[in-house]
């Protein structure tokens, strides 16, 4: 896939590694596709390319174009923190059978991305997944050689959210059915899987936490014990546009009303906290701090933190 592919837009392979160091804890975002140049309700019914231009002060370059078309990306956050190593949200994934066009048989080079950035598969300690969609889960697995998928981090531990399995279990559809077998049951096949609460603690600073809506079992994770707190959102939020427009659902929210009370209250813990914000699918800038929007406009503002390629 290397040109326009059903999403309105055009998707890159071009995107640099980045890496954040704040204090004990670094975080580097391994890119697996950006798509720019999209309708905005495409993926946020709601939203239009006026309502993105309405923002066009204040949203970070390259995450939307100047008639309010939108960037999204697909990325992996790799997280060291103490003695850990942590892959967050391994992406979509090669050579994959599913149902949308743009991410069907995928052929990324992101493997290679992610041991240019100087990680080594066998030295990753945990995968966690903020929930069980296919552009969160992908890379848990490569092919076997047999046919079938092996764990790609085969001394990680793989964490799933009890309540995100449950519930991802219930769904029939292809896609779901499709995932199950090449990303997630192999990972228990070969003992690597462990469920764990919503809110759990993962040692070195790392805790789960609840953030529910776009997915009934959905966990954004915090990472303390840093400089600041660091907040790995997940699909909690899709864009920062939806820091200043937090009631714009994304097209697969599950539970609307939810997910936008989670944005809300994420928003403003992440204000609170003076935490650094990385979002899961933000483009270009995927980092940053946020901020009530001035004078009585409602919403927030992400302004972002620059990294080092
Ligand atoms: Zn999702
Ligand atoms: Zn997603």
Redesign the pocket.
Known sequence: MSEATGTGGATTATEATERWDLGRVRVTSVVEAQTDGIPPALFFPAADEGMVRRHAAWLPPGTADDQGRVGLRVQAFVVEAGDLTVVVDPCVGNGRTRSLPFWNDQAWPFMERFRAAGFDPDAVDLVVHTHL?V??VGWATRPDGDGGWAPTFPRARYLYVGDEVEAQAADHGDDAAAMRADSVEPIFAAGLAETVPADADLGAGLRLAPTVGHTPGHASLWLDGGERPVLITG?ALHHPVQCAEPDIDFVSDADPAAARATRRRLLAEAVDTAAVVFG??FPTRPAGTVAPAPDGQGGWRFTPVAGRT
């Open positions: 969609h552009d969160h699909d899961t699918h």
